[in-house]
């Protein structure tokens, strides 16, 4: 048994859908805290998530509203019904991008704590990932963290 089976092994459902964008928010969000603290790395990796990519264009009106679904659900249902809410609205196409956002979020102080590379490996795992493939979106997120200039 492992420290988050309460999290990937469990069948814990909230009635809301939430959209991929959401679905991608809430991964983000819960790899951020699997440590049990937000890093100021983390929050600027956010902002900069937040100002492209699938992201952009959205106003701070818009991440508020989505913010507040997430949090309500994390609240009212807990970390596992946010989870499985969140791999149900991903699209198979975008497990593999989730996952490397997850990573990069963990890698944004420069450091993975064993808290959160067990989190990764059973992130990986309950969205069906190959060890292959999440070792190759690891290996490169952390080439990519060291040739940025985030990691300055």
């Known amino acids: 048994m492992s420290k988050f089976d309460h999290i990937f092994k469990t069948y814990a459902k909230y009635a ?3 959209t991929p964008l959401e679905a991608l928010f809430a991964i983000t969000l819960i790899v951020v805290y699997a440590d ?3 890093a100021a790395k983390e929050d600027e990796l956010l902002r900069r998530l937040i100002a492209s990519g699938a992201m952009k264009g959205f106003s701070e009106k818009d991440f508020q509203k989505i913010s ?3 949090d309500k659900i ?3 249902q807990g970390t596992a019904a ?3 809410a969140a791999i149900s609205a991903l699209p198979k196409d975008m497990l593999e991008e989730a996952y490397g956002v ?3 979020f963990a890698i944004a102080d420069g450091k993975v704590s064993k808290k959160e590379s067990n989190y990764l490996d059973e992130l990986a795992q309950a969205m069906g990932l190959s ?3 999440a070792h190759k979106i ?3 997120t952390w080439l990519n963290y060291r040739i940025s200039d985030f990691n300055n």
């Open 131 to 133: 060890e292959e493939t």
């Open 138 to 140: 690891v290996t490169e």
């Open 102 to 104: 997850a990573v990069a």
């Open 36 to 38: 049990g603290k937000r």
């Open 82 to 84: 946010l989870f499985n």
């Open 16 to 18: 809301e859908k939430l």
């Open 74 to 76: 994390w609240d009212e």
């Open 68 to 70: 507040e679904k997430i």
